[in-house]
């Protein structure tokens, strides 16, 4: 099983990065997938997640407005489109994935996997 998170960089606020996931080794289409981000001396705190189907979608408040989550399960990738970024959205970002219970996709401990994490850095 592998995820591999891609497409972070540095943008200055008000800017846009669209980041990436793909998704092998596992039926992508039976798992719902999410964000999380870690910035530096933080916790690991929940960004975005979609079922499986890509019917549903839970946001973090933070993320609300801002970020789309996205899937296509035709491809095994996953998506996080993040306009008007903020620095404060200067973060390790991870895609995961999880299969049990939809209702603790907004928690890291309802997924099964995670990719290794892309760096974004919104500069003020």
């Known amino acids: 099983v592998q995820l591999q998170a891609s497409g972070g960089g540095l943008v200055q606020a008000g800017g846009s990065l669209r980041l990436s996931c793909a998704a092998s080794?596992?039926?992508?289409?039976?798992?719902?997938m999410g964000w999380f981000r870690q910035a530096p001396g933080k916790e690991r705190e929940f960004v975005a997640a979609i079922y499986w189907s890509g019917a549903v979608t839970s946001y973090a408040d933070s993320a609300k407005g801002r970020f789309t989550i996205s899937r296509d399960n035709a491809k095994n990738t996953g998506s996080l489109q993040m306009n008007s970024l903020k620095p404060e959205d200067t973060a390790v970002y991870y895609c995961a994935a999880g299969r049990a219970f939809w209702s603790r996709a907004t928690a890291a401990r309802g997924y099964d996997y995670w990719g290794q994490g892309t760096l974004v850095t919104v500069s003020s």
């Open positions: 080794g596992y039926s992508f289409s039976n798992y719902y």
